[in-house]
């Protein structure tokens, strides 16, 4: 009884500090109606309840308060309050996530999940230090190039216009230094740039294809997992402040508990995705040995304009270096993006 009545009264302690009521506007990306849509949904319900119903959760979902660059401006000055973005966005805030995202770097869920573990406290340092604070870390996919015309071959892509998501200028001069033809493009106007010839390919995990309907205008997949874009639910430093401690620590289980939930969804997913693009008509490209080999080759030569310039070199060698120690104990993985 006496632990009972302590927590009571620290929970209506709690209550009393914060404002009569506490709006929290979410951007994201994530379509409206979607199984990511209601976790997100149940994740505020449970925000309420922790607040006593002092904190209500608004979410704005596909992309109605703009891309993902627009977004975390939005928060920045104070127009959002939290944002739950692609790995995209999230190197937008801090370049040091793309130590998540090394093309072809990590092959299979279980590694990004190992290295994620071990690397996620120094990331959240480094968004606090921006103004942002992670309640969860999730998954959007395992990323492939879709394309106007059956392609393969790295000089088969570098003939088409290729998306880049607006904001992503290393990706964008990556390509660009390598002689690839991108072009920048917010994640909102992919489809209609396709439909009018803007672009002729782009890069997207293809749930997220099939979700915007993209791959309509880009009924080719090559069938290469370049690497697993992460996501994160972010919420503006100054917001998370004043709220107050006991608060927070309930908040931040359910935000915890979303992303598994996010994580677990978007694997379960993705593998049902393709087969269903299929039916309507995409068509999947299987790239030979050589192709593939070709394509390390070309990404592996990337790394050294990664390590040092965008990830931090200490940073990039213990990725590479968890990553193979995963790989010791763990020989045989499942491939991300492969059932």
């Given at each position: 009884?006496?632990?009972?009545?302590?927590?009571?009264?620290?929970f209506?302690?709690?209550?009393?500090?914060?404002?009569?009521?506490?709006?929290?506007?979410l951007?994201?990306?994530?379509?409206?109606?979607?199984?990511?849509?209601?976790?997100?949904?149940?994740?505020?319900?449970?925000?309420?309840?922790?607040?006593?119903?002092?904190?209500?959760?608004?979410?704005?979902?596909?992309?109605?308060?703009?891309?993902?660059?627009?977004?975390?401006?939005?928060v920045?000055?104070?127009?959002?309050?939290?944002?739950?973005?692609?790995?995209?966005?999230?190197?937008?805030?801090?370049?040091?996530?793309?130590?998540?995202?090394?093309?072809?770097?990590?092959?299979?869920?279980?590694?990004?999940d190992?290295?994620?573990d071990?690397?996620?406290?120094?990331?959240?340092?480094?968004?606090?230090?921006?103004?942002?604070?992670v309640?969860?870390?999730?998954?959007?996919?395992?990323?492939?190039?879709?394309?106007?015309?059956?392609?393969?071959?790295?000089?088969?892509?570098?003939?088409?216009?290729?998306?880049?998501?607006?904001?992503?200028?290393?990706?964008?001069?990556?390509?660009?230094a390598?002689?690839?033809?991108?072009?920048?493009?917010?994640?909102?106007?992919?489809?209609?740039?396709?439909?009018?010839?803007?672009?002729?390919?782009?890069?997207?995990?293809?749930?997220?294809?099939?979700?915007?309907?993209?791959?309509g205008?880009?009924?080719?997949?090559?069938?290469?997992?370049?690497?697993?874009?992460?996501?994160?639910?972010?919420?503006?430093?100054?917001?998370?402040?004043?709220?107050?401690?006991?608060?927070?620590?309930?908040?931040?289980?359910?935000?915890?508990?979303?992303?598994?939930?996010?994580?677990?969804?978007?694997?379960?997913?993705?593998?049902?995705?393709?087969?269903?693009?299929?039916?309507?008509?995409?068509?999947?490209?299987?790239?030979?040995?050589?192709t593939?080999?070709?394509w390390?080759?070309?990404?592996?030569?990337?790394?050294?304009?990664?390590?040092?310039?965008?990830?931090p070199?200490?940073?990039?060698?213990?990725?590479?270096?968890?990553?193979?120690?995963?790989?010791?104990?763990?020989?045989?993985?499942?491939?991300?993006?492969?059932?």
């Amino acid at each position: 009884m006496l632990v009972m009545a302590r927590l009571v009264f620290a929970f209506l302690i709690a209550s009393a500090t914060l404002p009569a009521q506490t709006v929290i506007r979410l951007g994201t990306l994530v379509p409206k109606g979607s199984r990511w849509h209601d976790i997100l949904l149940n994740m505020g319900d449970e925000w309420k309840k922790a607040s006593g119903g002092k904190i209500e959760l608004k979410i704005y979902p596909g992309g109605e308060q703009g891309d993902e660059p627009e977004m975390v401006q939005k928060v920045r000055i104070k127009g959002l309050q939290a944002v739950a973005i692609s790995g995209a966005g999230l190197s937008g805030i801090d370049a040091a996530v793309s130590a998540l995202q090394i093309p072809m770097m990590l092959d299979s869920w279980e590694e990004l999940d190992y290295v994620r573990d071990h690397i996620s406290a120094r990331l959240e340092k480094g968004m606090a230090q921006r103004g942002f604070i992670v309640l969860n870390w999730g998954d959007a996919g395992s990323v492939h190039f879709f394309t106007k015309r059956p392609v393969s071959r790295p000089d088969e892509i570098r003939g088409l216009r290729l998306c880049v998501l607006q904001g992503d200028s290393v990706t964008f001069e990556l390509y660009k230094a390598n002689g690839f033809h991108p072009v920048a493009l917010a994640a909102t106007d992919i489809l209609t740039g396709l439909q009018t010839g803007l672009i002729e390919a782009f890069q997207s995990p293809p749930l997220i294809a099939l979700s915007n309907q993209w791959f309509g205008g880009a009924k080719n997949m090559l069938d290469i997992s370049f690497a697993q874009l992460v996501g994160a639910t972010l919420i503006d430093k100054g917001v998370w402040d004043k709220i107050p401690a006991p608060v927070q620590k309930q908040m931040l289980a359910s935000a915890r508990t979303a992303g598994v939930a996010l994580r677990a969804e978007i694997r379960t997913a993705e593998a049902g995705a393709v087969p269903i693009m299929q039916q309507f008509g995409l068509n999947v490209v299987h790239p030979d040995a050589k192709t593939v080999a070709e394509w390390r080759k070309l990404t592996e030569s990337i790394w050294p304009k990664f390590r040092g310039p965008v990830v931090p070199a200490d940073l990039f060698d213990e990725v590479k270096r968890l990553r193979n120690e995963y790989r010791k104990t763990h020989p045989v993985a499942t491939v991300a993006g492969k059932p």
